[in-house]
């Protein structure tokens, strides 16, 4: 079955850390990967997307993203994080096809120590 | 502001009532997708309609149907409204480039069933 697991539910770092949050897929093929914030009250933003090419995209707001064909994986990283990053954080995968719902993972609360 | 419109912003109603949800896709965008956001369920598909026409058809009750009009603008409607339906409704459109599309995220509307 396809699925995406965000393995942390809930992650604190302190202010001006570095951050990695972590994504694993499961997927009949390799797909095209995104990763989404969502501040509370408000909606999902694009943070970056994986379509092809450089296995690591650059996205808004300083995060970066690698894909890992062998692991699965798509983690999220951001070298100093700042208090508004505070939000919570989706993974998620679309087939190589255009029409595909999303598949998104359980999501990643980011908590910013100061 | 991704260019994804949604109202109402949050919905009380009761059980068994009806409710309507509207979205307005970005400009030009022919794709128009539904997703349900709850605590128990986290972000599940519901339905997508592209240039009028249903394409896909997630985990979607019954109860619910949606529509996609001439001018592009989706509405979702919700009824015999029980408890459980209680939940953050999103909308997406879409652009594509090429094969290659990237799902555009509306604030949501906020259901709560009394």
């Known amino acids: 079955a396809q699925s995406v697991t965000q393995p942390d539910i809930h992650i604190t770092v302190s202010e001006g850390a570095s951050l990695e949050l972590r994504c694993n897929y499961s997927y009949g093929a390799t797909p095209y990967l995104f990763w989404y914030v969502q501040s509370p009250g408000q909606g999902l933003q694009l943070l970056l997307k994986?379509?092809?090419?450089?296995?690591l995209v650059q996205g808004i707001k300083g995060f970066e993203a690698e894909f890992k064909r062998s692991q699965s994986s798509f983690n999220l990283r951001k070298p100093s994080v700042h208090w508004s990053d505070a939000a919570e954080y989706f993974c998620?995968?679309?087939?190589?096809?255009?029409?595909?719902?999303?598949?998104f993972g359980k999501g990643t609360t980011l908590s910013v120590s100061s | 502001d991704s260019g994804v419109t949604q109202t109402p912003k949050h919905l009380i109603t009761a059980t068994g009532q009806r409710v309507t949800l509207r979205c307005s896709p970005r400009?030009?965008?022919?794709?128009v997708y539904w997703y349900q956001q709850s605590l128990d369920q986290g972000l599940q598909f519901l339905i997508q309609y592209y240039n009028g026409e249903e394409r896909a058809k997630g985990n979607i009750l019954e109860r619910f149907s949606a529509q996609q009009f001439p001018d592009l603008h989706s509405e979702l409607n919700l009824s015999s409204l029980e408890l459980g339906d209680s939940a953050l409704y999103f909308c997406?459109?879409?652009?594509?480039?090429?094969?290659?599309?990237?799902?555009?995220f509306g604030p949501g509307t906020r259901l709560l069933v009394l």
């Open positions: 997406a459109s879409s652009v594509m480039q090429g094969a290659q599309e990237t799902q555009y």
């Open positions: 400009s030009g965008d022919l794709s």
């Open positions: 994986y379509f092809s090419g450089d296995t």
């Open positions: 998620a995968v679309g087939a190589r096809q255009a029409g595909t719902a999303l598949i």
